[in-house]
């Protein structure tokens, strides 16, 4: 993982069919924040091949950076696009969570699947 501005990009910005902005504010090279990065990353490449790019921002560096999102604890990832734009604070570790708070599943999901507690109607 590089710091203190890394982005990592899939395809060039003309061939994305749907651009995903992704911010990961970290604190220096701590465990969590590689645990992280390497989370999101992992969960990207399995949900959105080609469609995202993941900045990483070191706090630690640069400061200053986390008064634009309102960062008040890492490591933090900012969905940034599609918008409207979320937040999810910590590893990224639980991954039902991160697909659900970033949105992500509905657009693995079949959209006539009933969800967890809900009853088809005859």
């Known amino acids: 993982m590089k710091t203190p501005a890394?982005?990592?990009e899939t395809k060039p910005?003309?061939?994305r069919p749907w651009n995903w902005e992704l911010r990961l504010y970290v604190a220096g090279s701590t465990s969590k924040s590689?645990?992280?990065?390497?989370?999101?990353?992992r969960?990207?490449?399995e949900h959105l091949p080609g469609r995202y790019s993941i900045e990483v921002i070191d706090l630690m560096k640069n400061p200053e950076l986390a008064q634009s999102d309102q960062i008040l604890a890492v490591p933090t990832l900012v969905?940034?696009?599609p918008t409207p734009t979320r937040?999810?604070?910590g590893t990224l570790s639980d991954t039902e969570r991160v697909l659900?708070?970033?949105d992500i599943r509905s657009l693995d999901a079949d959209p006539f699947?009933?969800?967890k507690g809900e009853k088809r109607a005859a």
């Open 87 to 89: 937040k999810i604070i």
């Open 43 to 45: 969960l990207c490449e």
């Open 113 to 115: 699947a009933t969800r």
């Open 13 to 15: 910005a003309a061939a």
């Open 6 to 8: 890394t982005v990592r």
């Open 79 to 81: 969905r940034k696009r």
């Open 100 to 102: 659900g708070a970033l």
């Open 34 to 41: 590689v645990a992280a990065f390497r989370n999101i990353e």
